[in-house]
């Protein structure tokens, strides 16, 4: 059973450039969020989606992020005119999809590590 | 508003000694809370999780966990610590009412000395 997978695993970018991150769930996962954690920190949540819905964005700021998880294919999170203040670790988790699916845990991915020069 | 405090921003214990690190929430309603672990450059991996039922959880690698609804706490233990169990601890809570998404608190990290 593959787990989340995420890449690339590493992503330098040069400030202005874009940066495109992608999340494949565990198989059958509908569910995907995706945290951010800068260098001795935790995770903080930026966005809950499930397929082709966003369904909780409170934790994205509101300009040059963005996200989406297409009906085929990985969930996308999109950094626009990237800054040095983007540089962090960006995890991927999936849950699956049911009527109790708030009690399932995340399993989360191996993370990208972004870095902003 | 849901909030988890990690009260400790590191713990050390020797190996063979019994560990305890600490987490407290505050939610408006019923919690879920979780523990994971983090190694250096991965990702979290669950550890166990409180839903409803028994206030003392047990989870992977010799861990538990004792849910106190009084003081408002889930704290991570284990009676016998190893040098492998050194890594970055996070609680999170969930409460269902406000939506799917984990809080999570600023990470415990514990050294277990040999």
């Known amino acids: 059973n593959a787990g989340v997978m995420q890449n690339p695993r590493h992503l330098v970018r040069r400030r202005g450039q874009e940066a495109r991150l992608r999340c494949s769930p565990v198989?059958?996962?509908?569910?995907v969020y995706w945290y951010r954690q800068l260098p001795e920190e935790g995770l903080k949540f930026m966005v809950y989606?499930?397929?082709?819905?966003?369904?909780?964005e409170s934790g994205m700021p509101k300009e040059r992020f963005s996200a989406e998880f297409p009906k085929e294919g990985p969930s996308i999170l999109r950094i626009q005119q990237v800054v040095r203040g983007d540089s962090a670790a960006y995890f991927c988790?999936?849950?699956?999809?049911?009527?109790?699916?708030?009690?399932?845990?995340?399993?989360f991915g191996p993370g990208t590590r972004l870095t902003v020069t | 508003a849901q909030s988890v405090a990690q009260p400790e921003d590191q713990v050390n214990v020797a190996e063979g000694n019994p560990l305890t690190v600490k987490c407290t929430y505050s939610?408006?309603?019923?919690?879920?809370l979780f523990w994971y672990v983090q190694y250096p450059n991965r990702g979290l991996q669950f550890l166990l999780k409180?839903?409803?039922?028994?206030?003392l959880v047990k989870g992977s690698y010799g861990f538990e966990a004792e849910f106190n609804k009084s003081q408002t706490s889930f704290h991570l233990k284990k009676p016998s610590a190893l040098v492998s169990d050194s890594a970055l601890y996070f609680c999170a809570v969930r409460d269902p009412i406000y939506g799917q998404n984990f809080v999570f608190g600023p990470g415990t990290r514990l050294s277990v000395l040999p």
């Open positions: 939610v408006s309603g019923n919690p879920y």
């Open positions: 409180y839903i409803t039922g028994d206030n």
């Open positions: 989606l499930q397929k082709e819905n966003i369904i909780d």
């Open positions: 988790a999936s849950s699956p999809a049911s009527g109790g699916s708030s009690s399932y845990e995340q399993y």
């Open positions: 198989k059958g996962h509908s569910h």
